[in-house]
């Protein structure tokens, strides 16, 4: 019996905006306790996000969850142990702060426990962060010679990251707002971060399922055996998904796994 249990043990990943946290940024009662149902039938549960762990750790305490994907693959947990450190080049970012003062673009800085912006007060910062329920952060302009950062945030309207996509190939630019952009060290994402977690654990890539439902999930919901995307996924995210399951707000993650068998 334990052998089969063992057997049968499963790897599940979820993103958090959009997919764990409804449209207001909450935790509807049927996702909970979908998850604590998974971890109570013996399975393995885990957040991959683009989210600093600073950003979802009272997520984490509500759920009981200490392995994560975060900064969309460049910083990974297992079980509150790093795995995976992958930081901003800081030559390269440094010329990419001149850049961006010469176009007036404010940056936010982020490593593993905080932020700090290069500016006092700017109304997108406010704009981007207020719709994750956080507040402008403190200025610190020297924040990146301090500390290794995994992340940086730059402000700008869409199009506007084009001539730094064109200056900076060590980074990668992935919009997650209307005046904000995720700056990443280039090729890094969700998918690599899993597949560095399903090393660890030695696990096997058929029995990892993954949850996601914006632009930066569509890459490990393409290379994962088990991809579903949330009813509200943006296009791009449902076009490569095995499954696409019900809006977050209408029990979408109790649905999904509903569906590929891992509930009943």
Known sequence: MERKRKMNKKAIFFDIDGTLLDHDKALPAS?????????????F????????????????????????IS??????????????????????LEQLIGFAREQQHPLVYMDHEGMRANTE?????????????????????????KKPLYQTLLFCREGEEDAYKDTFPAFDFIRWHDVSTDI???????????DAMVKQMGLDPEDVYVFGDGPNDVEMIQASKHGIAMGNSVPETKAVADFVT???????????????????
């Open 31 to 43: 996702t909970k306790q979908a998850v604590m149902q998974l971890k109570e039938d013996g399975h």
């Open 121 to 145: 007060e700017h109304q997108d910062i406010h704009a981007a962060l207020n719709s994750l329920k956080f507040e402008h952060p403190s200025q610190d302009r020297d924040y990146y010679r």
């Open 71 to 92: 900064f969309n693959g460049q910083y990974v947990v297992h079980e509150g142990t790093p795995i995976v450190r992958n930081a901003l080049d800081q030559g390269e």
């Open 246 to 264: 019900k809006d977050v707000s209408e029990d979408g993650v109790l649905h999904g796994l509903r569906h590929v068998g891992l509930l009943k």
């Open 45 to 68: 549960v885990g957040i991959a996000t683009g989210r600093a762990p600073f950003m979802f750790e009272s997520l984490r305490k509500e759920l009981g969850i200490e392995t994560f």
């Open 184 to 194: 990443l060290p280039a090729k890094g994402s969700k998918a690599k971060g899993i």
